[in-house]
């Protein structure tokens, strides 16, 4: 029997998974190892990951296509799919607990990712797991139970994804009362707060399960949008996230 495989993008030739420090959100400067799983079912304009999935011959806009640099990039050249085992001892080499699964969208990969944690937790019951998800699909059951911790970021009209794609009530009605979930809004200009109210509003989400962060990948960028959005979270009880990683080594992957 052909044995399951995880599809990583591929980073420098290799699947991308590194040590580094969580940078964003709730459990930000934690050392942690780093998964990038390959693909999305969204397409965010302003995605720092689009080699996930803005591939060649697709009409997605983003927004680096004005740049004359920019192509839309090989989807053979930049997947990579491993054995849940191989990946299993290249995390564990790192001697570090702490796990992200990142993406792209790491959820459309549940049931070998459920693998690879409990062949993880069989070397270890240490280790622990964050999910970055956009939050538009929910865990299956089995998913939910081995996930310490999600780091929803429901995408905003920012995004330029159409809203039936980007909000699925279902899913975010789930992750509002997971006591497992916190919520991560990307935050690109003050009127983006009107969007962050309503969708709090109609999903139940508190005030204290929220993170605002600026949108940007340069030091320079987030610095713009840090003053304001701190008055914003003064204002609501909402955390306030800076980019740790953009301030440390500005875009560079993989680090
Ligand atoms: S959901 Fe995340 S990975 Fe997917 S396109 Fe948006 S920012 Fe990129």
Same mark, same amino acid.
């Given at each position: ?6 599809? %990583? ?146 995408? %905003? ?54 993170? %605002? ?43």
């Amino acid at each position: 029997m052909e044995k399951t495989r995880l599809k %990583l993008a591929r980073l420098h030739g290799k699947p991308e998974i590194f040590y580094s420090i969580q940078g964003e959100g709730r459990s930000v400067g934690v050392p942690s190892v780093f998964l990038r799983t390959a693909l999305c079912n969204l397409h965010c304009f302003w995605c720092d990951t689009d080699y996930t999935w803005n591939w060649k011959g697709t009409r997605f806009k983003h927004e680096h296509d004005a740049n004359p640099d920019y192509q839309k990039f090989d989807k053979k050249e930049w997947i990579e799919a491993c054995l849940v085992e191989d990946v299993a001892d290249t995390v564990a080499s790192f001697r570090c607990t702490n796990i992200i699964l990142t993406g792209g969208e790491p959820m459309l990969q549940q049931p070998v990712l459920l693998e690879l944690i409990q062949k993880l937790r069989e070397k270890s019951p240490l280790f622990t797991f964050e999910i970055e998800t956009n939050g538009t699909m929910k865990p299956t059951p089995a998913f939910d139970e081995a996930v310490n911790q999600y780091n929803v970021s429901p995408k %905003l009209e920012n995004s330029n994804n159409p809203r039936k794609l980007r909000e699925k009530p279902a899913a975010l009605r789930f992750f509002s009362a997971s006591p497992k979930a916190n919520f991560k809004f990307v935050m690109t200009e003050k009127a983006d707060l009107e969007e962050v109210l309503t969708m709090l509003q109609q999903y139940a989400i508190p005030p204290e399960k929220v993170w %605002l962060m600026p949108e940007g990948t340069t030091a320079s960028a987030l610095a713009e949008r840090r003053e304001s959005l701190v008055e914003i979270c003064k204002e609501h009880g909402f955390r306030y996230s800076d980019r740790l990683h953009v301030q440390i080594w500005g875009s560079k992957k993989g680090v």
